[in-house]
């Protein structure tokens, strides 16, 4: 099978190393960072291109954009793992449009463009007859999609609960087992690489409350928006509160919710038994999915990491390789 | 209670066989009660085939006697009756400037509903300037009683800008 790689950020350049390095018959054709691009219909050489840009910053030629390779290379599926940007969702959104409209599958790990229009995509992919493919946009390594659409097929999906930002829970755990306020486990955040310069995105909850939209509109195509959550962040916690938390058993932790009968989507900290399975610890994702016949169902895994996020685009590719694609 | 109706909660003890519970809660409506909830408790050194069960329920005034005499025409023993009818509880983690927002007004907009009240608040507070932390215990009748009295504390958190930490509820 043939990819073009649009993104070569960490989670990028984890998907080019695992394919380079796994014999999974998947050879790269096209591949881009920010500022070059790369066209070779032979197959790019991974570890030479992955040198490369380590040295100088470019993975290839400045003359080709981005838009070029998803526009002319020759390829079955398209990886688009640039960025985030959670208002526009460009320019990731026009790359996808751009590759369905060629008929070419894509796999992504982009939240912007699913969570912004993820209905509209759907159809192009449709309408092309190619796959739409985004485990890797919510928890990580945790292969919630495909436990929604093959393992619990069938299922009708009543509810479900998630730990969704590891920087939150990091922050969270760091708290309650250290009794550091919110500002001491922040800094101890950044000084791990988990939190970001800027952490609003991920401490007011709006990553959580994006991942939830996708979920949400992936399992009930109700079509809610980031504005539709109920929002609570984690930022004005006290470490007086988590104690208080503590002397009864409990602990707390960011939770997001949708319970659809209950008119319920929901991010915000919540009192929660300590041996409940949501209870997990530093950077760790979990999911429980409350199902008529599997009834509660708990994921628990790594939610962020270079090959922990090269692991759920693999195994998207692989999905379409096996239903779509011929092995090459 | 308005009506002359009053609360009772009781503790019962009965067979654990096929519809013994439903005959036994049938005489509840024969003296003109309701039931507010009921709380099945399985005691691990109770026989096997005995099950326990504690009621709320409304009745009107002066019909308890008969009810008792109703109940154990059906086999039921009645452990206890009392007048502990607010059997849920919840605990909620209140945080902010709780004392310049009057905590007590707080308090009372739970106590002055007739159906829930605060049991319990555990407070710290680090300084006269910064947020205090509160963990508060509310006790309700009934589920419904519990959902209307953290609708309340929600609108008081709104209205006072306390940040309120529910307990995520046991999954349906």
Known sequence: MKVALIGLGSVGRGVAGMIAKKDLGITITGIADSRSGLIDAGGVDIPDLLARKKESGFCGDRAISSADVVKKADYDALIEVTPTDALSGEPATGYIRSALSRKKHVVTSNKGPISLSLKELRMAARENGVALRYEATVAGAIPIMHTLEDGLAGNEILALYGVLNGTCNFILTRMAAEGLTYEQALMEAREMGYAEADPTYDVQGIDAAIKLVILANTIWGNGVKLDDVDRTGIDLLTADALRLAEDEGCTIRLIAEAIPRKKILRVSPRIIGKNHPLVVDGTLNALTLETDMAREITLIGRGAGS?????????????????????? | MTGGFVQVSMKLEMKDSPGQLVAALKPISEVGGNIIAVIHQREPDLDGDMLNVQIVLELPEGRLENLVVLLQEQGVHIQRIGEERLLYKRTVIMIGHLMHTDLSDTVDQIDTTGFAEVSELAMSMPAVNAR???????????KNDMEAAIAILRRVSEQKSLLLIEPLEEIA
């Open chain 2, 132 to 142: 205090s932390s509160s963990r508060i215990t509310i006790k309700a009748a009934s």
């Open chain 1, 307 to 328: 090959v922990e996020t090269a692991s759920a685009i693999i195994g998207d590719l692989l999905y379409i390789r096996d239903r779509y694609v011929q092995r090459a």
